[in-house]
Each structure stands twice: as C-alpha cells, then as structure tokens.
C-alpha cells in the first residue's frame, strides 16, 4: 500500500512538472516563428510593395517566364509590350520581378569560378 501511495504522490502535487514538458514546444514554436514565418511575411510586404510600384516603361517579367516593358497599367491588369508591337495583358499577381527600367541593361552578376 506504501508503495502505491508514494507512486501517486508526486502526480497530485506536479503542476509545475506539466508546464515544463511544454517548454520545448513553445521554444520549438519560437525557432520556426523567427526562421520561416517572420521572413516569409516580410518578403510577401517587399512583393506587395513592388506590385504596387509598378509604373509605366517598367521592364519586368512574370512569373511564367514572359520578359516584357510595361504599356498598360490597370487595377488589375497590366499590359506587357514582349516583343515589337506584340503586347498581351497578365495579371499584376503573375509579375515576379522587376528586369530595370527601359533601355537600361541590367547589371550582371560576377561568376564564381570552381576552385579546384
């Protein structure tokens, strides 16, 4: 009987014990929070930001690989001039990123050659 009663006693009194086993959970909660989700959310502001920037004679390209120069710019439609007087409407969501404005020719990135 002693030994069934010792066993139990530590379970009534073991609020604190409870809470801890959580600990590694919320710190696990917190690591992904600031690695993944915080970033993310950052990155979607930058990208909506830039959607909302987009003007005129902007050179841009899609999401689907079209590279093109801003013609038409609507609430949600954007006309893209791809190549002499050939323009096709996208949706301003497809834009993936800017390309530099016209006429300009984007600076290239330096290769890394293998070292060997």
Known sequence: MVGIAHAAGP?????????ASFIPLILIFV???FLLIRPQQKQAKQHQAFLNDLKKGNRIVT???????ITGIKDSVIT?????DVEVKVSRDSVGGALGKAGEVPAKKAKKSAGG
């Open 11 to 19: 379970a009534i009194g073991g609020g604190a014990g409870g809470f």
């Open 80 to 84: 893209l001039e791809i190549a002499k």
């Open 63 to 69: 999401k689907g690989g079209l590279h093109g120069v």
């Open 31 to 33: 690591v992904f929070y």
